[in-house]
């Protein structure tokens, strides 16, 4: 329950041992690769950045997720919120027939894949053209033909709302004769046949009214016969369709496969990437690295296997904001990883915050939520989601922490008599009127409530105290004695003897305690800066610690929002008196009440432990540890 001690790696190997060494590396996992910080000083001269496979793997794993994409849409196959892990040996996953089956089913669907692009274009294409052709179907007349030697035949349309009758009428005078073919919404569809002498005066009379000629290049025949054709052309192509993605539903069966190869090709890579950083004069490779000072035998054993030229050794204080962080955590304390993740990994000399939030954030999520119901769903859907689909990283840590604090909603539920509200209570009256029935309590939010909210300022109290003691220990650890002096342990004589005081014992440490404050700024100022920092650090200090301790009050503050929501719910369900509609209400109020109190008691629980917690003795900044490692989002590994 620390920070990992890190060694800084320098390795020399023989270019030939390249793939082996990445390969091996990657098998341990413990190793992170960086290019030289010192290439530009004294090895570009010698030499140059080792080439890579990484576009070709990149490729290579962007076509099989496509074919999985398409196996998911076609082959009506989901992966749900979680993806079940299959347990694979570590020679079937390196095995060349994976790889073989593999590309000849990504292949396979890219084809198809391809067909139904090219399908589609040439559907969207069809499907344009029947729809300019529909109008004209009741014409039975060539769409090609343009009249004869004396009589122009043209095709056009006018806006929806042209008068054709008026327009007739204005074409009475010239030896033209205009026909309406069908019309819709937007359009009207017209044939005009004229003398070709009178051409340009009919069409200047027709422009006035929006007329625009039709034309149809390629198209012989009337428009019925070819809107045949086109349908004829359209369900051959819907068949083609139906039959390319009825091949690619087939395929689904190997989805397994591709899912493996996917998981291979991603530690692919990872490799590759890994080779783009090692630097090379096509006889040797040269990289620096960290790894883990606790598998420094397993790497070394590795190296002098390969015959490198290798050394390792700790990281100077002046590099320590270059070191990963790498977190060492028992099973109770590294879901907390998913917080300190999002909040930010600590410095490398700092300390490791899991171990120490770890009590508070479990006890203070119980505190708000506080509901054996609920603590019973937490810990079901925890044990379920680890055992059946055994997620990693970030979601491990969610269902790990999601199970802790399932523990300690249950117990403190059990303290308040919680069990999905006053759900016993109120069904108990439901069947029996007469019933008193009701669950033991050591306190309740509704009749305690000035009580839990003094026991929630004062879990935080304590809470506060403890990162002033962490931040104290630091401090002394680093020779820094006077600031601890004079930032926490002057304080803890004042909250000491404000205790003493409030017991009647005696006001002479509360006074001592306001002497050292009034001394501080005194002592460690200069001119007048010792007169204003005595105002300074009495305001911060003071409304700092009462603005903090007042800040848990959001404890209380939750398990009574809670509780009374619960209960309202199962007071409207209870007021038809049917049991079933009791039920109903009552569940589907919990279901909502306990989806925003997961929400809301982690967004403020997270809160007391980054704001009024982390700021006493946190240093962030540290840069997460990323080992040449087989990541994979499908399959376990089983190694030989």
């Known amino acids: 329950m620390a920070i990992v001690k890190m060694k800084r790696l320098r390795v020399i190997a023989m270019a030939a041992c390249r793939e082996e060494l990445l390969g091996q590396l990657q098998r341990l996992g413990c190793v992170e690769i960086r290019e030289p910080e010192t290439a530009g000083e004294d090895w570009s001269g010698l030499l140059e950045r080792e080439s890579s496979r990484l576009a070709e793997t990149k490729g290579a794993l962007a076509e099989v997720n496509t074919a999985l994409a398409a196996m998911r849409r076609y082959g009506q196959v989901k992966d749900g919120l979680f993806v079940k892990r299959r347990l694979v040996t570590e020679k079937e996953f390196l095995g060349g027939g994976l790889e073989a089956q593999a590309k000849t089913v990504t292949q396979d669907v890219g084809e198809r894949l391809r067909t139904l692009s090219g399908i589609q274009t040439e559907m969207s294409r069809l499907q344009a053209r ?128 591709l899912r493996t190869y996917a998981d291979r090709l991603t530690a692919e890579t990872a490799r590759e990437s890994a080779a783009e950083r090692l630097l090379t004069d096509g006889t040797i490779v040269f990289f620096e690295g960290w790894a883990p000072a606790e598998r420094m035998a397993d790497v070394s054993a590795l190296l002098e296997r390969l015959g490198c030229a290798w050394e390792a050794a700790d990281p100077a204080p002046e590099e320590y904001p270059e070191v990963p962080v790498k977190l060492k955590n028992n099973c109770l304390t590294r879901p907390l990883n998913m917080v300190t993740e999002m909040y930010s990994l600590p410095a490398y000399d700092n300390v490791d915050p899991n171990p120490l939030m770890a009590p508070f954030f479990i006890l203070f999520y119980g505190v708000m939520m506080a509901d054996m119901g609920y603590g019973l769903l937490m810990m079901l859907a925890s044990v379920f989601v680890l055992r059946t689909y055994r997620p990693k990283g970030t979601m491990q840590h969610f269902f790990g922490l999601l199970g802790l604090c399932g523990i300690s909603t249950f117990v403190m539920g059990a303290l308040t008599g919680g069990f999905f509200g006053d759900f016993l209570t109120q069904l108990a009256q439901l069947i029996h009127p007469e019933s008193t029935f009701a669950l033991p309590a050591l306190f309740t939010p509704l009749d305690d409530t000035l009580m839990i909210l003094v026991g929630a ?126 039920f109903i209400v009552s569940m589907a109020g919990n279901a909502l009440n306990f989806a925003l109190n997961l929400l809301g008691c982690y967004v403020h629980d997270l809160r ?24 994979t989002k499908y399959v376990d590994i089983q190694k030989d």
């Open 130 to 257: 029947r729809a300019g052709l529909l109008p004209w179907q009741d014409l039975d007349l060539p769409l090609e033909a343009e009249g004869t030697e004396h009589v122009l035949s043209r095709l056009g349309t006018c806006p929806a709302g042209t008068d054709v009758g008026a327009l007739r009428l204005e074409l009475e005078a010239l030896p033209a004769e205009l026909l309406e073919i069908s019309a819709d919404k937007q359009q009207r569809y017209l044939l005009l046949l004229c003398h070709r002498a009178a051409e340009e005066p009919v069409m200047e009379v027709l422009r006035a009214h929006g007329f625009s000629a039709a034309a149809f290049p390629g198209v012989t025949g009337t428009a019925a016969a070819d809107l045949k054709q086109t349908d004829r052309q359209l369900e051959e192509l819907q068949r083609r369709r139906e039959e390319a993605e009825a091949a690619i539903a087939e395929s689904a069966r190997e989805r397994d496969t």
């Open 457 to 582: 300022m004062c879990l935080g109290f304590v809470q506060i105290l403890t990162g002033m003691v962490i931040s104290v220990v630091g401090k002394l650890k680093r020779g820094q004695f006077l600031d601890a002096f004079w930032e926490e342990i002057t304080w803890w004589v004042v909250f000491a003897g404000i205790a003493l005081a409030v017991l009647g014992v005696t006001n002479l440490v509360l006074y001592a305690g306001i002497v050292l404050v009034v001394a501080g700024p005194v002592i460690n100022g200069k001119g007048f800066g010792k007169i204003t920092g005595i105002f300074g650090s009495l305001y911060n200090h003071v409304t700092g610690y009462f603005g903090d301790i007042l800040s848990y009050s959001r404890l209380m503050a939750l398990m009574l929002s809670g509780s009374v929501i619960a209960q309202v719910f199962n007071t409207l369900g209870a007021i038809p008196g049917n049991v079933v509609v009791f």
């Open 608 to 631: 007391l432990q980054c704001l009024e917690f982390f700021k006493n003795f946190y240093q962030d900044g540290g840069k997460p540890f990323r080992p040449l490692a087989v990541d």
